[in-house]
């Protein structure tokens, strides 16, 4: 299934919202868009991932890569993403570093 | 050039030229040797000097049949090297290995099968042991399978620290061991990740360089034996037994089930950088896990037996590591490899320095002679990349090279001094006779060091090999039947002393003789010259229940546990402030040896020792007490050690101090906490300027100084 990435922003957040599979072949596409948002300079980025039903290395990849984009000072959220998806995330230890959360 | 007109640069190597085994394919560049994405494709190299044929096998992840073997057309033959680069590949979604043919003749060396698939020896991760314990699928055909790996990591402005090898203070720890123990509280136990979550202890701790076990890919499950009490299974648990010498061990990364693990202990660096401290990894590259002709094939053995190890006349396994084969270091090949190996770690990982486990082996000959002037360690002191990274040998190894003092360091080398350990532990348990060797010792070494200044001895007490801290002073002999080896295992030669009753007591009063003795060795060591090294749970007193050699234990034996850093604030506060002690005082860190010349600014020596009397050491064989008093250029402070491994306590004379300066007490391990230890610059001036009771077995740290800057 092919990813879908929209970047938009509401008020100090730049959203990004993802729906599809984030593998080898579409991670590409979200790396883009985060360099994108890290220019943008608000204070939070968010992914919205609840429309992400598969993620492979390649999208935790681009989680640790999200995160090296940013300046020091903002936060990264990961909004709404499905419990095999938030887990890769905890396993990884990103959890640390990027806000993970269900609303 | 913009980005964009780069980007359409046309190249001709970016297209195939011939098609094998229904791959698109061209011949590949002999170096780098390993697998490189290269545009549109994956170049595959690979060095054998006596294969006849190459075939390069290629696995979708995880599936145990290959979905393609490409034979190397004879053309994509240069001198030994089988170079090629295939297109269309999915890099993160394969695994790879190689069938190398050839000549099987054991006698000659050759041991060539291609029926085995081999691991890449350059491989940049393995697949195969991604979760830690997790028992392994054995019949499958190719156990441990290399992958390709993007090596694209964003370090932003990480640059080495430099930090001057004379100020460091290094702290040995297990990465899995760290953080494994339950209450941890960390997110990913016994990883990497859980490492970084770490990093506000040590730094809180002082130390600024973690030196840390193999984290080559190692297999921890090739240890066949069980604790004979519980049945328990036993692990290649410390992984001195490298399976991988270029991939970061994918058990050790929360991550690793991803492929993650270069990208998460690059994180991890990154983030200790930050925090001030160096990284330096234990490399074991005297032996390797394919141990000798019983063992298995999995990569050097099958590519090029011959070139890779030392072999008898009848082609059997040299054996100085004692454990099976021995890396033929100093053959040009393989050389090369070693470099190769380190430079990867330091380029692409950002490693400060590296301590080589039994490192006298590096310094043989092909045919397992020591050499005078060994062509690896010249090569790995002069090297570019390596220029400024921290080499440090263990300078001796199984087959009976003892080299400490005398390992060929090219201006570069330090050694873990060995000798230091064993005279240490001797004054502090009391034995007669060791005075004058302590004061060699606490000195830097000079008879051993004397033209590569105290730099060059990395100061030890205890380290993963041997009892804890907290063992050595609470056994006499070791406890090992854990290990399953009826207690035969470990060393023998422990200087350790029990303080009166074996193992745990309820004894007050041997517990608090045992606080003191660790305070005591934790005073000295940071007191003495030369590079400081504790190992990690030391400064919590962490046991292993006599055990001093638990390479197999991946239990709480070995691990760190957390609980300690409340149960043992006491020891904690006081290692913490003798590291910022330390910090405090330049003439501790001096790079040259002392000489007993007279300073111009404080008019006393550099060194100068005492004993009850000032100016009056004793150095008698019965003397178990000595007091040093340092200086140092540039610094305005006095430093007084006074070392009491007597079981009586003793008056001493203090040496008078010039300027207006004054006797002001930092430490002393037969007081009891708080006041035990005070916070450097915070010490209390004495009441009775010329004298100081010290009491059985202690150490007492003094600073003169004035606290009047116009008596100066």
Not at chain 2, 449 to 466: E, K, Q, W
Request: aromatic share 10%; glycine share 10%.
């Amino acid at each position: 299934m092919p990813l879908s990435v929209s970047l938009s922003i509401e008020g100090d957040t730049t959203v990004i919202e993802l729906t599809g599979e984030l593998d080898a072949k579409t991670a590409p596409d979200f790396h883009q868009t985060i360099e994108k948002a890290a220019g943008h300079g608000t204070s939070t980025v968010e992914i919205r991932m609840a429309g992400v039903g598969y993620m492979a290395s390649a999208g935790l990849r681009s989680l640790v890569f999200a995160q090296q984009k940013v300046a020091n000072n903002v936060t990264i959220k990961v909004v709404g993403a499905i419990e095999p998806v938030s887990r890769t995330i905890r396993t990884a230890g990103l959890d640390r570093s990027i806000v993970l959360s269900d609303e | 050039m913009s980005e964009t007109q780069s980007e359409q640069v046309l190249r001709v190597d970016a297209y195939p030229t011939h098609e094998v085994g229904g791959y698109r394919v061209r011949a590949g560049k002999p170096f780098p040797f390993g697998a490189n994405v290269v545009p549109g494709g994956v170049s595959f190299s690979v060095f054998s000097d006596q294969a006849t044929s190459m075939t390069l096998v290629i696995y979708k992840r995880g599936e145990p049949e290959p979905m393609a073997e490409l034979e190397f057309p004879e053309e994509f033959r240069t001198g030994s090297v089988f170079a090629m680069t295939v297109f269309g590949l999915d890099h993160e979604n394969i695994e790879y290995g190689y069938r190398a043919d050839g000549p099987y003749d054991p006698v000659t060396g050759h041991r060539f099968d291609a029926r085995q698939v081999l691991s890449d020896p350059y491989a940049r991760l393995i697949a195969g042991r991604d979760v830690w314990g997790v028992e392994p699928d054995r019949s499958r055909g190719y156990q441990y399978r290399s992958r390709v790996c993007l090596q694209d990591f964003d370090w932003g402005d990480d640059t080495p620290l430099g930090i001057p090898a004379e100020d460091l203070v290094v702290y040995e720890a297990h990465v899995r061991g760290f953080t494994r123990h339950p209450n941890s509280q960390v997110t990913a136990p016994g990883t990497f990740a859980g490492l970084r979550e770490k990093i506000p202890y040590l730094k809180e701790l002082g130390i600024n360089c973690i030196e840390l076990l193999p984290v080559f890919e190692f297999d921890e499950s090739d240890n066949p034996r069980s604790n004979p009490e519980t049945g328990e299974r036993l692990f290649d648990y410390w992984g001195y037994n490298t399976v991988s010498f270029f991939a970061p061990k994918a058990g050790y990364a929360a991550t690793g089930r991803y492929g993650m693990q270069g990208d998460e202990f690059r994180t991890l660096i990154k983030d200790l950088h930050a925090a001030g401290i160096e990284v330096i990894l234990d490399v074991v590259f005297n032996h390797t896990a394919e141990g000798n002709e019983q063992g298995p094939t999995i990569s050097f053995k099958g590519l090029d037996n011959a070139t890779y190890y030392m072999l008898t006349p009848e082609g059997y396994y040299f054996n100085f590591s004692g454990t099976g084969n021995t890396v033929n270091c100093n053959h040009p090949v393989v050389r090369n490899y070693v470099l190769d190996c380190l430079r990867h770690w330091v380029a692409d990982y950002h490693i400060d320095g590296f301590r080589f486990d039994l490192a006298a082996i590096l310094g043989r000959a092909l045919d397992g002679t020591p050499l005078p002037n060994p062509p690896l360690l010249e090569l790995l002191a002069y090297d570019p990349v390596l220029r400024h990274t921290k080499l440090i040998a263990e300078a001796w190894d199984a087959g009976g090279l003892y080299e400490v003092g005398n390992f060929p360091a090219y201006g570069r080398w330090a050694e873990w001094n060995g000798k230091y350990r064993d005279t240490v532990r001797r004054f502090l348990k009391g034995d007669a006779g060791v005075t004058g060797e302590l004061a060699t010792r606490i000195a830097g070494s000079p008879d051993l060091y004397s033209s590569r200044g105290t730099a060059a001895s990395v100061n030890f007490l205890t380290a993963h090999d041997g009892f804890t801290l907290a063992d050595l002073v609470s056994y006499n002999d070791k406890r090992n039947d854990a290990n399953g080896e009826n207690n035969n295992d470990g060393a023998n030669d422990n200087n350790s002393w029990n303080c009166g009753a074996e193992g745990p007591t309820e004894d007050p009063e041997i517990n608090a003789l045992r606080t003191r003795q660790m305070k005591n060795a934790i005073a000295i060591l940071f007191t003495s010259q030369g590079i400081p090294m504790l190992l990690s749970g030391d400064e919590v007193a962490r046991t292993q229940q006599g055990n001093n050699n638990t390479y197999c234990q991946d239990n709480e034996l070995s691990w760190f546990d957390w609980d300690q850093v409340d149960d043992n604030a006491e020891l904690l506060r006081f290692t913490r402030e003798m590291i910022a002690f330390r910090k405090h005082h330049r003439e501790l860190r001096s790079t040259a040896h002392p000489t007993g010349q007279v300073r111009e600014n404080l008019g006393l020596p550099d060194i100068s020792w005492h004993g009850e009397r000032a100016w009056q050491p004793d150095w008698s064989s019965e003397s178990r007490l000595i007091a040093v008093a340092r200086c140092g250029t540039g610094d305005d402070d006095v430093v007084y050690v006074a070392m009491n491994a007597h079981w009586e306590s003793h008056d001493l004379e203090l040496p008078a101090l010039p300027g207006g300066r004054s006797w002001h007490l930092f430490a002393d391990t037969g007081a009891e906490a708080p006041h035990d230890i005070r916070t450097p610059g915070g010490e209390q001036e004495l009441d009775n300027a010329g004298k100081y009771l010290i009491g059985p077995r202690s150490v007492v740290i003094l600073v003169g100084r004035t606290d009047d800057p116009e008596m100066l």
